[in-house]
């Protein structure tokens, strides 16, 4: 597993536990301390990355919140990455970089399975997903647009030996208005 999976597989922990959260910006964070296996990173592997990821400003530490005065007392005499690293779980704030701090390593992290990458019906079947997406994105937004420009589109690409034609007309026409 590489560095960039292994920050990967924390960050999705992070986001999976703060969608379950009714404040989604408020992680209780549990480190795996009991399974061991290949592919598996360590409580002490989780707690570096979360060092990593505060000192980059996506992530904050805090101490998690005390039972009663006594509990509270307690936990008033650590620091936040002293009381982590002497225990099984810590309290996490999720900052604004978090989701595209996520999202890079969402998009740069490959998994085993790398052949989708150079399989060119699986980047034609991508290819084919992402144009439906923009449009209906581009639907949810202006629906009049959508039109103008799936019908200038449809002029382009009527008839490939008039397609330059076309735009050089369609480019002459917008010079006009």
Do not use: C
């Amino acid at each position: 597993m590489t560095g960039r999976q292994k920050i990967f597989r924390v960050l999705k922990d992070i986001k999976r536990e703060s969608e379950i959260n009714p404040n989604p910006e408020w992680v209780e964070f549990r480190f795996n301390t009991s399974v061991v296996g290949a592919g598996i990173l360590t409580d002490d592997q989780e707690k570096r990355i979360l060092i990593k990821l505060e000192r980059e400003g996506v992530v904050e530490i805090h101490l998690p919140d005390g039972k009663d005065d006594e509990q509270d007392a307690m936990l008033s005499q650590y620091t936040p990455k002293e009381f982590m690293m002497g225990n099984n779980l810590i309290l996490i704030k999720l900052l604004t970089p978090f989701y595209r701090k996520y999202f890079w390593y969402k998009l740069t992290s490959f998994g085993e399975n790398n052949w989708n990458f150079i399989n060119p019906f699986w980047i034609l079947w991508q290819l084919i997903k992402g144009v439906f997406l923009l449009i209906e994105w581009l639907w949810g937004k202006s629906r009049v647009m959508t039109l103008v420009l799936g019908t200038l589109g449809g002029l382009l690409v009527y008839d490939w030996s008039s397609a330059w034609k076309n735009l050089r007309v369609i480019l002459t026409f917008l010079k006009i208005l």
